[in-house]
């Protein structure tokens, strides 16, 4: 009984969309799968806009793959 009733939101979630469109859209980028697809997923497993963090800055160590004496020239 409770994988219909979340079969029947996830179909609700996603009943608007047009995927195949979608698929042959060149413009559907990273931003509009945000926006079209993931976010109404996250709302719907209860996420609101105040627990939802965009665009956050990533911090990344720095690397050590080269050794700063190396001359690759």
Excluded: C
């Amino acid at each position: 009984m409770e994988d219909s009733k979340e079969m029947a939101n996830f179909q609700g979630i996603f009943a608007n969309i047009d995927f195949k469109a979608i698929a042959q859209n060149p413009d559907f980028k990273e931003d509009s799968v945000r926006a079209v697809i993931i976010l109404p997923v996250l709302k719907a497993l209860g996420y609101t806009e105040n627990n939802i963090v965009r665009s956050k800055t990533l911090n990344h160590p720095p690397s050590r793959t080269k050794k700063p004496e190396e001359n690759y020239f």
